[in-house]
């Protein structure tokens, strides 16, 4: 077994690769999060699928702005939803601007290139006024679809309004372009904002969060499942294990049987750990990076003002190998804000730091995987609110 401070074992032969000739492959997988070796798997290898078996580390990534700009808005959410013709959407929820603007729900065509507009707010009925998400803000909540359930129904949950902290579930229907109110039973999480939520088979997964209480805020590490077919709640989880520090603005993403969580904020410091929860025996661990990353230092000694929310959030995206992860964000300077970008292979437990992505630097940035090659990133410019589309290499 390779010591992890040694360089890989390579071994390179020549071969036609029109080739009718394969080769048989042994290989035993090390599963991380279980911390468990697999028996010997044995795989018969064709050359012409040799690059793409081996050629799995990104090490590049291009982009593009896409237009039309829009205007700035932070906090937000995004989402992909399809309709039932199959076509694809990128969908952002709530947020806020400019502090006195009224939130609303953003469609952006991907096919066409080009944002929808849902109805003005003086184009609605009487009884239409103070709708959550559309004219009555809302901010730092969680969204998540739920494929099982629907591909084009978005599930929001909590947040806050600037007066106000909330607990609640909305759901947006694309086919109906509106926002219903969803009424659950059972015990579901606390009034919180910063909290995540993720997709797990019939479910969604809610973590941690914070709540201001006159002032201060408090930071929460519990889990919840909400049922989407019974629109219950079961929580908070009783887990085994070391838990993450209580935080918010963490990243969250599922691996077959795992919720990943990336990072976070607790009003003093800016984590840098990644902990994983095993869903089938409610079990955290650790997992910590090895030697040769370049992964990003934690900030501490943060001051955190009452009232006030340290932006911290950051896009992290599950990528098609389901092995990785791409986090963007950006780092604070003295002079400006430095976007920057990391792979990280849950696989080897390395983080890659993308040192060729010079993007606009987007705060509060938030994104989803559109297709396989492709993730969209929204988050707030220096003037407008930037979309980009971010092209992955073929792997």
């Given at each position: 077994m390779?010591?992890?401070?040694?360089p890989?074992?390579?071994?390179?032969?020549q071969?036609d690769?029109n080739?009718?000739?394969?080769?048989?492959?042994?290989?035993?997988?090390?599963?991380?999060?279980?911390?468990?070796?697999?028996?010997?798997?044995q795989?018969?290898?064709?050359?012409?699928k040799?690059?793409?078996?081996?050629?799995?580390t990104?090490?590049?990534?291009?982009?593009?702005?896409?237009?039309?700009?829009?205007?700035?808005?932070?906090?937000?959410?995004?989402?992909?939803?399809?309709?039932?013709?199959?076509?694809?959407?990128?969908v952002?929820?709530?947020?806020?601007?400019d502090?006195?603007?009224i939130?609303?729900i953003?469609i952006?065509?991907i096919?066409q290139?080009t944002?929808?507009?849902?109805?003005?707010?003086s184009e609605?009925?009487?009884?239409?006024?103070?709708i959550?998400?559309?004219?009555?803000?809302?901010?730092?909540?969680?969204?998540?679809?739920?494929?099982s359930?629907?591909?084009?129904?978005?599930y929001?949950?909590?947040?806050?309004?600037?007066?106000?902290?909330y607990?609640?579930?909305y759901?947006?229907?694309?086919?109906?372009r509106?926002?219903?109110?969803?009424?659950?039973?059972?015990n579901?999480?606390?009034?919180?904002?910063?909290?995540?939520?993720?997709a797990?088979?019939?479910?969604?997964?809610?973590?941690?969060g914070?709540c201001c209480?006159?002032?201060?805020?408090?930071?929460y590490?519990?889990?919840?499942?909400?049922?989407?077919?019974?629109?219950?709640w079961?929580?908070?989880l009783?887990?085994?294990?070391t838990?993450?520090?209580?935080r918010?603005?963490?990243?969250?993403?599922?691996?077959?049987?795992?919720l990943?969580i990336?990072?976070?904020y607790?009003?003093?410091q800016?984590f840098n750990?990644?902990?994983?929860?095993?869903l089938?025996?409610?079990?955290?661990k650790?997992?910590k990076?090895?030697?040769?990353?370049?992964w990003?230092?934690?900030?501490?000694?943060?001051?955190?003002?009452?009232?006030r929310?340290?932006?911290?959030?950051f896009?992290?995206?599950?990528?098609?190998?389901?092995?990785?992860v791409?986090?963007?964000?950006?780092v604070k300077t003295?002079?400006?804000n430095?976007?920057?970008?990391?792979?990280?292979?849950?696989?080897?437990?390395?983080?890659?730091?993308?040192?060729?992505?010079?993007v606009?630097?987007l705060?509060?940035?938030?994104?989803?995987?559109?297709?396989?090659?492709h993730?969209?990133?929204f988050g707030?410019?220096?003037?407008?609110?930037?979309?980009?589309?971010?092209?992955?290499p073929s792997?």
């Amino acid at each position: 077994m390779r010591h992890y401070g040694e360089p890989p074992l390579e071994i390179k032969q020549q071969i036609d690769p029109n080739s009718k000739l394969s080769f048989n492959m042994h290989s035993i997988i090390y599963y991380p999060f279980e911390q468990t070796w697999s028996d010997s798997i044995q795989t018969s290898v064709t050359p012409e699928k040799a690059s793409s078996l081996f050629n799995v580390t990104i090490h590049s990534i291009s982009f593009k702005v896409l237009e039309p700009k829009m205007k700035n808005r932070n906090w937000v959410t995004s989402s992909l939803v399809t309709d039932k013709h199959n076509k694809k959407y990128f969908v952002l929820a709530g947020g806020v601007s400019d502090r006195n603007s009224i939130s609303k729900i953003q469609i952006y065509d991907i096919q066409q290139e080009t944002w929808l507009q849902l109805k003005e707010p003086s184009e609605m009925e009487e009884e239409d006024e103070d709708i959550t998400y559309l004219t009555k803000d809302r901010w730092a909540h969680a969204a998540c679809v739920i494929p099982s359930i629907s591909t084009s129904h978005i599930y929001l949950f909590g947040g806050w309004d600037g007066n106000c902290q909330y607990s609640d579930v909305y759901k947006f229907r694309l086919s109906k372009r509106d926002i219903v109110s969803v009424k659950t039973s059972g015990n579901g999480f606390s009034f919180r904002g910063g909290l995540s939520a993720t997709a797990y088979q019939n479910s969604a997964i809610i973590f941690g969060g914070a709540c201001c209480k006159g002032g201060p805020y408090e930071y929460y590490n519990d889990v919840y499942i909400f049922n989407a077919e019974t629109n219950e709640w079961n929580g908070p989880l009783v887990c085994q294990g070391t838990p993450p520090a209580p935080r918010s603005q963490h990243g969250a993403v599922i691996v077959e049987d795992y919720l990943v969580i990336i990072g976070g904020y607790d009003g003093t410091q800016l984590f840098n750990d990644v902990h994983v929860l095993n869903l089938q025996n409610n079990t955290w661990k650790q997992l910590k990076p090895n030697a040769n990353s370049n992964w990003p230092l934690p900030m501490k000694g943060l001051e955190q003002s009452e009232f006030r929310v340290y932006p911290a959030a950051f896009a992290t995206v599950l990528l098609p190998s389901k092995k990785q992860v791409l986090v963007y964000g950006f780092v604070k300077t003295k002079n400006r804000n430095n976007p920057c970008a990391y792979i990280i292979n849950l696989d080897s437990l390395n983080w890659t730091r993308i040192d060729e992505f010079e993007v606009p630097p987007l705060q509060l940035s938030t994104g989803c995987l559109v297709d396989d090659n492709h993730v969209y990133i929204f988050g707030e410019g220096e003037k407008y609110g930037e979309l980009i589309n971010i092209t992955l290499p073929s792997m």
